[in-house]
């Protein structure tokens, strides 16, 4: 299976291994890839995993409670069945509570938003005999000072992931206050090939993008990361170890593959020293990065 280019990455308190056995174990088509500490972080030691769920992947990290999850990126799950979806359902729901109560809509035969004990948000959707061509799709959610903005964000996105398209919007109408006429009520589009959908909500929602939930791109040499940053990278003080802060606050890790091969070596020594070269990066240097691992 080839990778994604694009994947999401969820930051915990302390609980990114308890989460994965959770979701690996309520999803089919899902395992966990990995396992594995760093030490010596700014959060201390930290424990992560690389899990796929339904044959998405997925990272996540305990460092701390610097960052909280919340609904500003969701993922929507596309069921198969009413009986899929009940179950997932009452699996994910439990210790958690309901964003959008489970029932019938005008866009769905059943539908269902919650927020799992963790604080990951899942969207779950039956549209009947409709077919999907990707089981869980991250949703972003544009509010506060970027609502408003998704239509601009897609394009913006779309213009700097090769192989991106920008797929059926809905928009509000008049009197559906507080949202804007014309704003994006739900749309759907794909960078690399991977599919997203995004949202305008004018509500007085109290949060917002952050760390908690960023996404990964998987680059393949120095020139991708270099565009990739150059294309998304707008707050400076938000660049530490590969992490991005774009415009609409949306948070980005420009990641090089060549790190699975270095931090997943076993070799100890070589980790330790790979980790304290990257932490003192913003932007990774693949090159530095090599010379490090080979030297040490």
Same mark, same amino acid.
């Given at each position: ?14 609980? !990114?291994? +308890? %989460?994965?056995?959770? &979701?690996?174990? *309520? #999803?089919? @088509? $899902?395992? /966990? ?116 903005? !998704?239509? +601009? %964000?897609?394009?913006? &996105?779309?213009? *700097? #992931?090769? @192989? $991106?398209? /920008? ?119 693949? %090159? ?9």
């Amino acid at each position: 299976m080839d990778r994604q280019k694009i994947t999401p990455y969820l930051w915990f308190d302390k609980e !990114a291994l +308890e %989460a994965a056995e959770l &979701y690996t174990t *309520t #999803f089919g @088509n $899902s395992k /966990i890839l990995s396992k594995s500490s760093l030490e010596n972080t700014p959060s201390g030691k930290v424990d992560m995993a690389s899990i796929l769920i339904e044959g998405q992947e997925f990272g996540m990290i305990s460092a701390g409670p610097l960052f909280k999850i919340n609904p500003s990126i969701s993922f929507m799950v596309n069921c198969e069945s009413i009986e899929e979806l009940d179950r997932l359902w009452n699996k994910l729901f439990t210790g958690g509570e309901a964003l959008m109560e489970l029932g019938k809509y005008p866009f769905a035969e059943k539908y269902g938003w919650l927020q799992d004990k963790f604080g990951v948000s899942w969207q779950l959707i039956y549209r009947g005999k409709e077919k999907f061509n990707q089981k869980i799709v991250p949703t972003l959610m544009f509010v506060g000072e970027v609502c408003g903005k !998704a239509r +601009e %964000a897609m394009s913006h &996105y779309a213009s *700097t #992931f090769p @192989n $991106s398209t /920008i797929g059926d919007m809905m928009t509000y109408g008049a009197g559906e206050e507080p949202d804007k006429e014309g704003t994006v009520k739900h749309a759907s589009f794909s960078l690399a090939g991977v599919e997203f959908a995004s949202m305008d909500s004018a509500h007085d929602h109290k949060f917002g993008f952050n760390e908690a939930v960023s996404l990964v791109v998987h680059c393949e040499n120095q020139a991708e990361i270099d565009e990739y940053w150059g294309n998304l990278s707008a707050v400076p003080e938000a660049e530490q170890c590969g992490w991005l802060k774009d415009k609409y606050g949306v948070s980005w890790q420009i990641v090089p593959n060549a790190m699975d091969r270095m931090m997943g070596s076993g070799n100890q020594s070589k980790i330790a020293k790979v980790t304290e070269a990257f932490l003192k990066m913003k932007k990774f240097d693949i %090159a530095e990065l090599e010379r490090v691992y080979n030297e040490s």
